[in-house]
């Protein structure tokens, strides 16, 4: 399973989805995102208007990152525990704070960074769904990124301080590149920092969202 992320409209997403889902599949793909409005605005009231809007602009796919490494985010998530003195496992279990909440909360399933502005990551229980969707902030996410960057030093290390717009990685390149490198603790979470800030910043340039879900991954941009 590979580690997939769009920035793009929800309309878009869901005309993608329905394509190549079932109909069971496709109704709980939607069923999300209606729940995941309902959530927002209950917790955003004074910009249900904004929130209405955002799931209903269209936009096509404007940037893609996608890499053969379901898990490519836990590095970054790892690292910014340890940088606060705590484990993913402790901060997602409530026994412990991080200064990366939302990055760390993202987790690995599937979920959604939205251009507004809250405190706490947003869980939506969804029929159907054993677990929650969850709903990050895109501009706490880019404030954490920032803080993270002062000890994995993106620009200076791996010469760029977010990736081109549409990205794709090999298992056999990232291979090559750990290889080349070698691989300490920075050296995913580097790729992390520089993979989700492109996105989430492309997405606010855009006013749009970014959709990470694995059941997407083999799935072209233009479906």
């Known amino acids: 399973m590979k580690f997939d992320a769009r920035v793009l409209g929800i309309p878009n997403h869901l005309a993608a989805a329905r394509k190549v889902l079932n109909k069971q599949d496709y109704q709980l793909e939607a069923d999300k995102f ?4 309902t959530k927002l605005i209950a917790k955003l ?14 936009s096509e796919v404007v940037s893609h990152f996608r890499c053969d490494r379901h898990n490519f985010l836990r590095p970054v998530q790892e690292f910014a525990c340890f940088v606060d003195g705590t484990t993913v496992e402790e ?51 880019l404030k954490e990124l920032e803080g993270l960057d002062e000890y994995v030093a993106v620009e200076h290390t791996i ?24 691989v300490g603790r920075r050296f995913w979470a580097k790729w992390g920092v520089a993979a989700l800030r492109g996105l989430i910043q492309r997405a606010q ?15 072209p941009v233009s479906a």
């Not at 904004?50 to 269209?58: G, I, L, P, Q, Y």
């Not at 947003?122 to 990050?136: A, D, E, F, I, S």
């Not at 340039?205 to 799935?219: I, K, N, S, T």
Request: glycine share 6%; net charge negative.
């Open 45 to 58: 009231p004074e910009q249900k208007k904004a929130v209405a809007d955002f799931f209903k602009r269209k």
């Open 205 to 219: 340039d855009a006013g749009l969202c970014v959709v990470l879900d694995p059941q997407f991954g083999e799935v």
């Open 91 to 141: 901060v997602v279990q409530e026994n412990a704070w991080t200064a990366s909440l939302h990055l760390v909360l993202l987790g690995g399933a599937d979920s959604l960074i939205v251009p507004f502005d809250f405190s706490v990551p947003v869980n939506v229980q969804v029929p159907g769904r054993t677990h929650p969707y969850t709903l990050c902030s895109a501009p706490r996410m």
């Open 159 to 182: 010469g760029v301080r977010q990736f081109d717009a549409f990205v794709e990685l090999s298992k056999a390149a990232m291979e090559r590149f750990e290889k080349q490198e070698g």
């Open 34 to 37: 209606r729940e995941a409005e």
